[in-house]
Each structure stands twice: as C-alpha cells, then as structure tokens.
C-alpha cells in the first residue's frame, strides 16, 4: 500500500522567511508524488508533481519540491514566503490520489 | 463545464435518512475520485474509479457508503441510514488518467450535515 506522512500539523514562518513543509512516503515500486494547496473557502488546488526525472520540481505560485530518494521524503519549499501563502498543505502518492493529513501554513507579516 | 461540478453544495438531512451526492467530471476525465474532508482536517479517501475498471473501494467507511459512475462520466455517491458522524465535506476529483498519474481537479464540494 502507498501512503504519505506530513509530520507537521502546523508550519509558522515570518513573510520572506524561507518555508519548507515537510511529507515522507511509503511506497513499493516508483513514488509518484503531487502537492495540492487549499485556500480558505476554495477548493484543492495542484501545485506540482514528481514521476521521474529531475530531483527538483518546480511548480505554481513559486513553490518547488524536493525528491529526495535515500530519506524517502519530498518536501515542499519556497524561498521566500507570502501572507497569501498562508493555507492548508497536502502530499498525495500514486494513481489512486492517497493523500497525508495536511499541514496548516501561516505565514505572519 | 469547465470544471468539477458536485451537486447539492449543502445538504441537510436527518439522522437515518439516505442522502445521494453528485459528481459531474471534467469532460474526458477517466479517473475519479471521491473524497471526505471533516472541519478542515485531511482528506479520506473513499473510492476511485479508473475507467471501465473495477473501482478501488477500500476507503469506504462502512456498508452503508456506496459509488457508481455511470458511463465512466457522472457519478453518485449514495450515504444510507445516515449518522451524525457522517457529517463532512464531500469533494470529488477527476483527471485525465490517474495510470498516467496525471494531476487531479476537484470539485468545491458538498456539505453534508446530519441532524
């Protein structure tokens, strides 16, 4: 079975502060992985995914993720962060669209 | 339409009572999926239908959740005897071809509140 792990409940960070939120899997076979966004009172959206190919995956509104193969984790950053990044965070695995707990971002001025 | 439509947005139904949502998916979408989202927290996936496959139910809480999708577009997802802890947001995704691992759309969802 694939699953994801976000050990996180909760990610703070000061505006143009860097910002990692951080997901883990488990899977059998090759990981295929995405990162989704759900802003208050709108619904999930796709930021980007990894199949193959380059460790680093940049994705919508700036954000990038990094495949890390040996720590089995693909964690989600963003160099500099936004007030209106503040939002709720999901990794998903596979074709069948598992998804972890999500992690709540708020992002203070 | 251009995106995933659910319909009703909000339902409100009694204790008992058997309640049906709908999921209308992007044009051509194969996979589609449904999920349940309660105040806020993470989402529990319930079921995936890929095609004319037989669709991955291992998410379904219990025997009185059903799904079908007819015509590998629209599909229902049917709650009977409803309880209060059936209370949630129900969002429904589809893409292109969750084999190919392709990105998925979601629907804004329907609240489902059991009194």
């Known amino acids: 079975a694939q699953s994801v792990a976000q050990p996180e409940d909760q990610v703070n960070v000061a505006e143009g502060n860097p910002l990692t939120v951080k997901c883990t899997y488990s899977?059998?076979?090759?990981?295929?992985l995405f990162w989704y966004v759900q802003y208050p009172n709108r619904g999930l959206q796709f930021l980007l995914k990894?199949?193959?190919?380059?460790?680093l995956v940049k994705g919508s509104y700036g954000f990038e993720a990094e495949f890390n193969k040996s720590q089995t984790s693909f964690h989600l950053k963003k160099p500099s962060a936004l007030v209106s990044d503040s939002a709720l965070y999901f990794c998903a695995v596979g074709n069948d669209m598992r998804f972890g707990a999500g992690t709540r971002l708020t992002v203070k001025p | 339409g251009a995106g995933v439509s659910q319909s009703p947005s909000n339902k409100v139904t009694e204790k008992g009572k058997d309640v049906e949502l709908r999921c209308d998916p992007i044009?051509?979408?194969?996979?589609l999926y449904w999920y349940r989202q309660s105040l806020g927290q993470g989402l529990e996936f319930l079921i995936y239908f890929q095609g004319n496959s037989a669709p991955d139910k291992s998410g379904l809480p219990s025997d009185r959740f059903s799904a079908e999708r007819t015509g590998g577009s629209v599909s229902t997802l049917t709650i009977q005897r409803t309880q209060q802890e059936d209370s949630a947001v129900y969002l429904c995704?589809?893409?292109?071809?969750?084999?190919?691992?392709?990105?998925?759309?979601f629907g804004q969802g329907t609240r489902l509140t059991v009194v």
């Open positions: 995704a589809s893409s292109l071809d969750g084999r190919q691992n392709t990105e998925a759309f």
């Open positions: 990894y199949i193959t190919g380059d460790n």
């Open positions: 899977v059998s076979g090759n990981p295929y």
């Open positions: 044009s051509g979408h194969t996979a």
